[in-house]
């Protein structure tokens, strides 16, 4: 792992403890997968396959669907996030059944007003994500809707150079992908 990965990992870090953000068990996890990223062990330290490119992907799509359904597009991906929705996946959930669930969460009133619809609180449990699945039970699926694929492409591109621009701890370059992302959803509704 190189210097500025791991001084932006770090940044984060400080940056979420400053928050409260994280509880001390979160953060004793955090500096032990650093750790082992720093020294070539651990989940940081293997490739990426197919495998997990795939549920890379397909926590991307989550992420970004939890933003559009509840508002939050300033809201970051997190190591909590996608821990959550991982182990989600490893129970067997599909993505469409996460992003009911969302739909579950964010159409109940209590939840709305409490605003209790984090992507960790959601994805907390099996039992919790079950409980959304069912609350959105006479909801119809929100149809997906088609881009252009080159349109597509643009917002996966862009997509990913936000992620880098995370990684890297630059801010300022996240939030204007984030905003150019937004305007191009927008024209595409």
């Not at 396959?49 to 992907?57: A, I, R, W």
């Not at 492409?153 to 995370?166: G, N, P, R």
Request: charged letters at 35%; glycine letters at 8%; aromatic letters at 6%.
């Amino acid at each position: 792992m190189k210097r500025p990965a791991i001084v932006a990992q770090l940044a984060e870090l400080v940056r979420r403890i400053a928050l409260g953000d994280i509880n001390p068990s979160g953060l004793v996890a955090d500096l032990r997968e650093l750790a082992d990223a720093i020294e070539g062990k651990g989940a940081g330290a293997e490739p990426i396959g197919p495998k997990s490119q795939e549920m890379l992907d397909t926590w991307k799509r989550i992420f970004n669907y939890w933003q559009a359904a509840t508002g939050k597009n300033r809201a970051r991906p997190s190591r909590d996030k996608r821990e959550k929705v991982y182990a989600r996946l490893r129970a067997g959930f599909s993505e469409a059944e996460i992003r009911k669930a969302i739909d579950g969460c964010v159409s109940d009133e209590w939840h709305v007003e409490k605003q209790k619809f984090d992507l960790v609180y959601i994805c907390q449990s099996d039992t919790k994500l079950e409980g959304f699945i069912e609350r959105a039970g006479g909801m119809p699926d929100r149809p997906e809707r088609m881009l252009p694929d080159a349109v597509q492409a643009q917002i996966d591109s862009l997509e990913q150079k936000a992620m880098d621009a995370l990684d890297r701890g630059d801010d300022e370059t996240y939030e204007a992908v984030q905003q150019q992302i937004a305007r191009i959803q927008r024209v595409g509704e």
